[in-house]
């Protein structure tokens, strides 16, 4: 293939490559700016959605690889989300080492604050965008997924 044919393709995946972080910081910023009303923030957000989704807890090691942050990052977190009661860290059955983080029914709340917050912020995201520019991008997404988890 010519240089001048390949320059435009390479300059479009440095350009998607930008476009991703680009997107991600200004998703972290909004959805950040959009939970401080209500004494939350995206690091919480995240541990309570995945608690969320997994009704029955999960060890702490677990959690945070989930979120992909370390043990101590992890402590941190937990101990000011059950500060405000929103989690309980429980020892496991059979091995008291191992500490299981579950959401308290207070947590209901926050959670449905956050949902509210990522239907909205969803909403304005992708107005303008077709079906079919959104399944052409989320096809291109996954691939670049599937790439990086190989």
Do not use: C
């Not at 680009?22 to 939350?40: D, Q």
């Not at 043990?71 to 429980?90: C, N, S, Y």
């Not at 091995?95 to 909403?123: H, N, S």
């Not at 995201?125 to 988890?149: C, H, K, P, T």
């Amino acid at each position: 293939m010519p240089k001048t044919a390949q320059a435009p393709v390479d300059r479009a995946k440095i350009e998607l490559g930008r476009t991703i972080g680009e997107v991600s910081r200004a998703w972290r910023f909004e959805m950040n700016r959009r939970l401080k009303p209500f004494g939350l923030n995206l690091s919480m957000r995240q541990v309570l959605v995945q608690l969320q989704r997994h009704p029955d807890g999960l060890i702490q090691r677990d959690l945070a690889r989930r979120l992909g942050i370390e043990g101590p990052t992890l402590v941190r977190l937990l101990d000011k989300l059950e500060e405000r009661a929103w989690i309980q860290r429980m020892p496991g059955v059979g091995d008291k080492r191992r500490k299981y983080a579950v959401l308290t029914p207070k947590a209901t709340e926050q959670l449905q604050i956050i949902e509210q917050l990522t239907a909205e912020l969803r909403v304005l995201m992708m107005s303008g965008i077709s079906a079919d520019e959104l399944q052409a991008g989320l096809n291109v997404m996954a691939q670049i997924r599937n790439n990086l988890m190989a």
